[in-house]
């Protein structure tokens, strides 16, 4: 009895010891990860409130929209955040997208910038280089320093050039700064006053940036939520196309009152705020050329 009881002892050590190695979590939690705008706009707040309410952890981790998707299909996370559509590549199979709130993509600029709108043709102007200083479109007579954010299938990079452009393969001026991480992008344009950028509102109204008017339309909640403001796109969780019961727990606590609740409380459009968009929306990736069904 005495060596049954030793080797059960043994085998629990055994199994703690590599479950510490392995990185694997203990039965009901999770991890997380993707995009750095659906982490601050939604997720932190979320996976906190749904740990006091069940007691079940998230790990959260960054990495970017196309990891959020790649790393779930792969089985490396439990579930991802992505603000894009799945693309039609092998690395983006057997996982689907469940649309939790709404956000938008913002240009931003260095607070000392004076302009405070431009039209959708300026903003493509500005990209495509053909608009060099800030002075063509009502700006002091500096050179416009385009920030980007690097590669065509970023969560920021893709849906800019479909909502934009309606061209997913729009090139941009060669002269463009390139940065790795949408965090990189933001903070570029807080430090350089010549800069101009575009990332997610959800993120970006928490930097000291300046937000700037598209056609005249500021991109407020009631703007987004309504449509008048171009550049809405909606936020995913990804998850696998066979959901463990876990998974489905949390994502039906996304989608309750409850968890909208919590989504709202962080200054992001809720699911039913813009109920009116997805109709719009789905023609507008169909206007990009996105008809794979994949969003």
């Not at 009881?5 to 694997?24: E, H, I, P």
């Not at 990860?33 to 707040?45: E, I, N």
């Not at 906190?48 to 959020?68: H, M, P, Q, S």
Request: charged content about 25%; proline content about 2%; glycine content about 12%.
């Amino acid at each position: 009895m005495r060596k049954l009881k030793r080797r059960g002892k043994g085998l629990a050590v055994f199994l703690l010891a590599s479950a510490l190695l392995c990185g694997t979590s203990w039965a009901g939690d999770l991890t997380w990860v993707g995009c750095g705008v659906s982490k601050k706009a939604f997720m932190g707040a979320l996976a906190a409130a749904y740990e006091k309410k069940t007691g079940v952890k998230i790990k959260l981790e960054g990495g970017g929209a196309t990891r959020g998707i790649v790393d779930v299909g792969a089985g490396k996370a439990d579930l991802g955040g992505t603000c894009r559509h799945l693309l039609v590549r092998d690395e983006e199979r057997g996982v689907k997208l469940i649309p939790v709130a709404w956000d938008a993509l913002v240009v931003i600029a260095h607070p000392s910038n004076k302009v405070e709108n431009l039209t959708l043709n300026q903003l493509q102007g500005i990209y495509t280089g053909k608009i060099a200083n800030w002075k063509e479109v009502g700006g002091a007579d500096q050179k416009i320093t385009v920030v980007a954010r690097e590669g065509k299938i970023s969560g920021v990079g893709r849906m800019f050039r479909e909502l934009a452009f309606k061209n997913p393969e729009q090139d941009f001026t060669p002269s463009a700064k390139i940065v790795t991480e949408s965090d990189g992008v933001e903070k570029s344009v807080e430090k350089d006053p010549s800069a101009v950028a575009v990332s997610g509102v959800s993120s970006a109204q928490k930097r000291e940036i300046k937000l700037l008017k598209i056609n005249g339309k500021f991109p407020e909640r009631q703007n987004i939520a309504n449509g008048s403001y171009l550049l809405y796109r909606p936020l995913y969780v990804v998850v696998r196309q066979q959901m463990s019961e876990d998974v489905k727990k949390f994502v039906a606590f996304a989608q309750s009152d409850e968890g909208q609740a919590v989504i709202s409380g962080e200054g992001t459009v809720t699911l039913k705020e813009g109920g009116k968009l997805w109709g719009i929306y789905t023609q507008q990736m169909k206007d990009a050329g996105v008809t794979s069904g994949t969003f």
